[in-house]
């Protein structure tokens, strides 16, 4: 009974699996998920029969990487990109000051309404944003005339003020500075340092993961704005790339290549981003995080 038993369990332990078997279900779901990516790059070689041919064609038979150096002819897509990457950036800088001073004032300090202040500006994040696109409108428009002398509707600016801080932005790194030990803080303050040096010189060097995880959400999701600048921007030459790669699109034709093209190279920046400010969250993850356990 014994060597049947062993022998049993060496062939029990020889069909065993190298991986886990989540990997059957994963596998699958990855090849399904980056299926719409691969169309989207075989599309942005293709000739436009080609990307008009059903069943759609995933093996062209001649790559036409023209569609890349067309795609830039054929509509101001610098200017579209500049504009990008202005917006981002600078809403990711007003992000990060903004929702850090707020986040470290409802994480720290006691004062008189602070619980109920901080829970209207979490109701906000259950609020749609077409429910407030219209107001919205109309306080941006008020302010580029009366108060930011002309940086209102048509303008970049437009794009910048109303996301220059966000509920998500303030409650995120109020939770994580509540993480954060306190003892730190209080030694600072016991030498002399004032709230903001306390925050500038330990907080937030203490915080670079959630800082560089909210800067590349952040960047995110205004580089793929789309709804708000078509509500606030009808010239050309203050387009950002979502807005900009809709003029490929007409009511009664769509040039399917050359607008898959630029999706393509509008997908660089946010790539380098993400990958970016993953090996960075890492770092930070390894030279901060045992300090605050």
């Known amino acids: 009974m014994s060597a049947q038993t062993h022998a049993g369990g060496r062939s029990r332990r020889r069909f065993r699996l190298p ?37 759609p064609i995933l093996t062209p038979h001649v790559l036409r990487f023209a569609n890349y150096p067309d795609a830039l002819n054929a509509a101001p897509f610098g200017r579209f990109f500049i504009n990008s990457a202005v917006v981002a950036v600078v809403t990711v800088l007003c992000n990060l000051v903004f929702c850090s001073l707020a986040g470290y004032a409802f994480a720290r300090l006691r004062f008189l309404g602070r619980s109920a202040l901080f829970v209207v500006i979490m109701t906000t994040l259950m609020v749609p944003f077409q429910v407030t696109m219209i107001p919205q409108f109309i306080i941006t428009k008020w302010l580029g005339v009366h108060v930011l002398a002309g940086i209102g509707i048509n303008h970049i600016g437009a794009l910048i003020v109303p996301n220059a801080a966000t509920a998500f932005g303030v409650f995120f790194l109020r939770q994580f500075f509540r993480t954060l030990p306190v003892e730190y ?27 560089a995880t909210l800067a590349a959400l952040t960047f995110l999701d205004s580089w793929n704005n789309f709804l708000w600048p078509l509500i606030a921007i009808d010239s050309t030459s203050q387009m950002t790339l979502p807005l900009g790669l809709a003029t490929f699109q007409s009511a009664h034709s769509t040039d399917w290549t050359l607008l898959m093209a630029g999706n393509v190279m509008s997908l660089i920046p946010m790539l380098i981003i993400f990958f970016g400010a993953q090996r960075y969250f890492i770092r930070s993850v390894a030279a901060t995080g045992l300090a605050g356990t």
């Open 185 to 211: 803080e209080e030694s600072a303050r016991v030498d002399g340092a004032n709230r903001l040096t306390v925050l500038w010189r330990i907080v937030l060097p203490l915080s670079l993961p959630a800082l």
């Open 19 to 55: 991986f886990s078997g989540w990997h059957l279900v994963l596998l699958p779901a990855s090849l399904v998920l980056i299926f719409p990516f691969i169309w989207l790059i075989v599309t942005s070689v293709e000739t436009p029969a080609e990307a008009l041919h059903f069943p």
